[in-house]
C-alpha cells in the first residue's frame, strides 16, 4: 500500500455496523467494535467519517436483492458519507489531509460495491468519487446528499432535460424525489415541475419549488389534462408514466421493473466527484437544499432503527447517522 501520511493516531481496528448473513436488516446487522480498519490505495484517501446519509439501497443489498454483482460477506454497509481526510495514497492529486469532503463511495451503483462502506469509523474511497463539503453545510446535511443528488442529475441528463421543459416527478418527498424537484427547477431551469406524494407532505414540495403538488392518495396524475416533456420515477410505476408524457418525451425510472414500457428506461447511477463539485454552488447558494426527514438523524448505535425507519418507505427525504464515535 503506498501512501503518504502525517496521520499518526489511526487505530488499527474500528467499530462498523456488519451483516455477516442476508436478510432483515434488524435481524442481521451487528455493532463490530473490531473491524480493520481499511488501508487506502494509491489512488484513495482514509476518511474519519463524521456521519453517514443511508440509502434504500442499502437494505436491499442486505436483502439479498443484488446479489450477482455484490461484495462478499461479511460486509460493512453505507454509501453516502460526509467526514475529514486523515491519509492520502500517492497517486491522490488534490485532496490532502485535513479536507473536509463528502460523496457516494461506490463508482457504480450495484457493480461489486465496496465491502468497507460507511457505517463505521473510517471508510477508505477513490479521491475522483469525493467532493470538499460545501462550506455552508453540517456533515450531517452534507452526508444526506451524494447519491441522491447523483442519481437525480444523472437521470435528468439521461432524459436531456433543459431549461424551458416541463417534468413530472413521481416520488417527490423521498430522497431522490427532493433532488429531482429542486435541480429541474433550480439547476435546469424548467419552465414546469410538477410532482406527487401523499397529502402531509404536498407543501413540502411547493417549497422544494414545484409548482404543482399532485396527492396521489386524491389525484392519479395520468389523468390530467397536461402531459409532460419528461417524467422522473422514482416509486416504480413506469407503466402509467408512459401516459403522462409528452409525443417525443421522456421516461426515466430509477426502480427495477420487470417489463419497461417504451419510451420509459432505467439507469443505474454512477458516483462521480466532479458532478458533486458542479453542483457546490447550488448547494453553497442555497438553491439546493438537503432535505433530512424530521426523525432522521439517527446516533450511530441505533443503525438497525434507522434502517427500520428507512424500510417504511415513508421516509421524508434523507436519514442519516450521527454522530459516528
Ligand atoms: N437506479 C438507481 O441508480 C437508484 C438510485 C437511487 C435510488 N434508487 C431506488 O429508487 C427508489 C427511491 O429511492 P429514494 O432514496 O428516493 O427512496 P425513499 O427516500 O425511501 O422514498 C420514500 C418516499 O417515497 C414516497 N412514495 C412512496 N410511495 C409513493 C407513491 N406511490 N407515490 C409517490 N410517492 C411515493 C414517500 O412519500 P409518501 O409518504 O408521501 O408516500 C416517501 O417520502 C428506491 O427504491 C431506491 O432503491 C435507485
Redesign the pocket.
Known amino acids: 500500500m503506498e501512501t503518504t501520511s502525517r496521520a499518526s493516531n489511526i487505530p488499527s481496528k474500528m467499530k462498523a455496523w456488519v451483516y455477516a448473513h442476508h436478510g432483515k436488516p434488524v435481524d442481521v446487522l451487528k455493532l463490530d467494535l473490531d473491524v480493520a480498519v481499511p488501508q487506502p490505495t494509491e489512488d484513495q484517501v482514509l476518511i474519519k467519517v463524521v456521519a453517514a446519509g443511508l440509502?434504500?439501497?442499502d437494505f436491499?443489498r442486505m436483502l439479498e436483492m443484488f446479489i450477482e454483482a455484490d461484495s462478499p460477506l461479511p460486509t460493512v454497509p453505507g454509501y453516502d458519507v460526509a467526514g475529514v481526510v486523515l491519509k492520502v495514497g500517492s497517486q491522490v492529486k488534490i485532496l490532502k489531509e485535513g479536507d473536509e469532503v463528502y460523496g457516494n463511495i461506490n463508482e457504480k451503483?450495484?457493480d461489486h460495491p465496496k465491502r468497507y462502506g460507511t457505517l463505521a469509523e473510517y471508510t477508505a474511497v477513490e479521491e475522483k468519487l469525493l467532493a470538499l463539503k460545501p462550506k455552508n453545510l453540517s456533515f450531517v446535511e452534507a452526508a444526506a446528499i451524494p447519491?441522491?443528488i447523483?442519481?437525480a442529475y444523472?437521470?435528468l441528463e439521461k432524459t436531456g432535460f433543459s431549461a424551458g421543459k416541463s417534468i413530472l416527478v413521481?416520488?417527490?418527498?423521498?430522497?431522490?424525489?427532493?433532488?429531482v424537484i429542486q435541480l429541474a427547477k433550480h439547476v435546469f431551469g424548467a419552465s414546469k415541475v410538477a410532482?406527487?406524494?401523499?397529502?402531509?407532505?404536498l407543501e413540502l414540495l411547493k417549497s422544494l419549488g414545484a409548482d404543482l403538488a399532485i396527492d396521489?392518495?386524491k389525484d392519479n396524475f395520468e389523468d390530467l389534462p397536461e402531459k409532460f416533456d419528461a417524467v422522473y420515477d422514482?416509486?416504480?410505476?413506469s407503466e402509467r408514466a408512459v401516459k403522462a408524457v409528452k409525443e417525443g418525451g421522456q421516461v426515466v425510472?430509477?426502480?427495477?421493473v420487470k417489463a419497461l414500457t417504451a419510451p420509459a428506461f432505467?439507469?443505474?447511477?454512477t458516483s462521480s466527484g466532479a458532478m458533486l463539485e458542479r453542483l457546490n454552488p447550488f448547494l453553497e447558494n442555497g438553491k439546493v437544499k438537503p432535505v433530512i426527514?424530521p426523525r432522521g438523524t439517527f446516533p450511530f448505535s441505533q443503525g438497525p432503527e434507522a434502517f427500520s425507519y428507512?424500510?417504511?418507505?415513508?421516509?421524508?427525504?434523507?436519514?442519516v447517522l450521527h454522530p459516528i464515535p
Do not use: C, H, W
Not at 425510472?253 to 427495477?256: A, C, S
Not at 428507512?310 to 436519514?319: D, Q
Open positions: 440509502n434504500p439501497v436491499k451503483g450495484l447519491l441522491a447523483g442519481t444523472e437521470g413521481l416520488g417527490g418527498a423521498g430522497g431522490v424525489g427532493t433532488m410532482a406527487t406524494s401523499s397529502s402531509a407532505k396521489y392518495t422514482a416509486v416504480g410505476q425510472t430509477i426502480e427495477p432505467r439507469f443505474i447511477l426527514d428507512l424500510e417504511t418507505g415513508r421516509v421524508t427525504g434523507k436519514i
